[in-house]
């Protein structure tokens, strides 16, 4: 039995937070991902932010340049986000 630090239950399995450090449970954060509720929501929201930045990026490159890597970059945040 573990106890989770974020909601103080006792539950069969606990991840430690890679961002703070809190062991929480299933309920309280992002097992696959080794972040706490908090964390996890916070990574989240900078990653869909670095997104709309690079496409705004890319849209202003595409008018004076040609493509860069842009384009690239917007994929890989994207699978990173599933
Ligand atoms: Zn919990
Ligand atoms: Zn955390």
């Known amino acids: 039995m573990s106890v989770c630090e974020v909601c103080g239950e006792e539950v069969a399995e606990t991840k430690t937070c890679r961002q703070c450090g ?20 916070a990574e989240e929201e900078s990653l869909e932010d670095q997104v709309e930045d690079t496409l705004e990026e890319s849209t202003e490159m595409e008018t004076e340049k ?6 690239e970059q917007v994929e890989e945040i994207k699978s990173a986000l599933e």
């Open 22 to 41: 809190v062991k929480f449970c299933k309920e309280c954060g992002y097992f696959e991902k080794h972040l706490c509720l908090d964390c996890g929501t």
């Open 66 to 71: 040609t493509y860069g890597e842009e384009p």
